[in-house]
Nanobody, 127 residues
Framework: QVQLVESGGGLVQPGESLRLSCTASGFTFSAYAMKWYRQAPGKERELVAAITSHGMSTNYADYVKGRFTISRDDARNTVYLQMNSLKSEDTAVYYC????????????????????WGQGTQVTVSS
């Protein structure tokens, strides 16, 4: 019933851009913080960016600040990750996550685990 579907991944050269999309269904999208994670081979999954309900705040990992932008369109139940100036180190499977804001506070919503996960989309940055 709950579904998060990522799209937009692919193979690009260093310095190029990609825009990831995640479209949600089965829950009240506007009441959830939306997040992007990534996981490279042999490494733990890590938080890339988060955006809280109605886009009231955003949060980024240090290694993507100034390069990536998270945004959301509540009318479309969609969260985006615009990725510019991509580096080989950005190569990973990128996952969309949704965290309820019905309970907890900002720290929980942004840093806590998602309630729902997408299936992931592969981003490969290579020359």
């Amino acid at each position: 019933q709950v579904q998060l579907v990522e799209s937009g991944g692919g193979l690009v050269q260093p310095g190029e851009s990609l825009r990831l999309s995640c479209t949600a269904s089965g829950f009240t999208f506007s009441a959830y913080a939306m997040k992007w994670y990534r996981q490279a081979p042999g490494k733990e999954r890590e938080l890339v960016a988060a955006i809280t309900s109605h886009g009231m705040s955003t949060n980024y990992a240090d290694y993507v600040k100034g390069r990536f932008t998270i945004s959301r369109d509540d009318a479309r139940n969609t969260v985006y990750l615009q990725m510019n100036s991509l580096k080989s180190e950005d190569t990973a499977v990128y996952y969309c996550g949704a965290r309820s804001q019905y309970t907890g506070d900002w720290v929980d919503w942004v840093r806590g685990p998602p309630d729902y996960w997408g299936q992931g989309t592969q981003v490969t940055v290579s020359s």
